[in-house]
């Protein structure tokens, strides 16, 4: 197994990339919240797919390809930062509903499978994070590199970033975490959806 070493150095670097705050934390955290435990770990699971998607890519040397045509890499961009400014205006148009408690069971909450695409598509709607994981595997990844590892690559992706973001929406779906939400729903909100907008600006405008 030692020709699979170097996948530990590629885990090691995943794994403290998916604990840097970002978009992505932001969605699941207030999906946690703001709606219910499932929906949280629906998030995550798209978050999960997300980087292992991009993981594959980054094994087949697609984000060295998306690189190198700036219009494509712009494109990318743009409608990344379309997506995150479209989720600020939701979160930030539903800031000031009350949080009802007695919602745990997700009712009214929207679908799992909402809650999963927005995890989905948040995480891949940066294209830097592409190029970010396409620089660790320049890194790390030997030349000829041995048998099954864009499938081992994909499932470590998986499971290294979904179960920080289960961590994430198990801790913060406890009821104590959603009575100090509640207090503060509107002001959290509103922080959240500043960020990401702010997040999607800089996708768009900076080139």
């Known amino acids: 197994m030692s020709e699979y070493a170097f996948l530990l150095g590629i885990a090691t670097i995943l794994f403290f990339?998916?604990?840097s705050p970002g978009p992505s934390f932001f969605v699941v955290a207030r999906n946690a919240l703001?709606?219910?435990r499932a929906h949280g770990l629906a998030t995550a699971v798209g978050t999960g797919l997300g980087v292992s998607i991009f993981a594959?890519?980054?094994s087949f040397g697609v984000t060295a390809l998306l690189e190198a045509v700036p219009t494509a890499f712009l494109v990318f961009k743009i409608v990344g930062g379309v997506?995150?400014?479209y989720l600020a205006w939701l979160i930030w148009r539903s800031a000031p509903q009350p949080l009802n408690p007695e919602l745990s069971d997700g009712a009214n909450h929207g679908s799992l499978w909402q809650a999963?695409?927005?995890g989905l598509f948040t995480q891949t709607s940066n294209p830097k994070t592409a190029l970010v994981i396409a620089g660790i595997f320049a890194a790390f990844m030997p030349a000829q590199p041995p048998s099954f590892t864009v499938l081992f690559i994909a499932i470590i992706a998986f499971v290294i970033d979904f179960g920080w973001y289960a961590f994430v929406a198990l801790s913060l779906s406890a009821?104590?975490?959603k009575r100090?939400?509640?207090k503060a729903?509107?002001?959290l909100d509103r922080f959240a959806a500043t960020l990401l907008a702010l997040i999607g600006l800089r996708l768009i405008l900076l080139h």
């Open 34 to 36: 703001g709606k219910s």
């Open 175 to 177: 009821s104590t975490s």
């Open 185 to 187: 729903k509107i002001w």
């Open 180 to 182: 100090v939400y509640a």
């Open 83 to 85: 997506y995150l400014l």
């Open 56 to 58: 594959v890519m980054a």
């Open 17 to 19: 990339g998916a604990m």
């Open 116 to 118: 999963f695409s927005q």
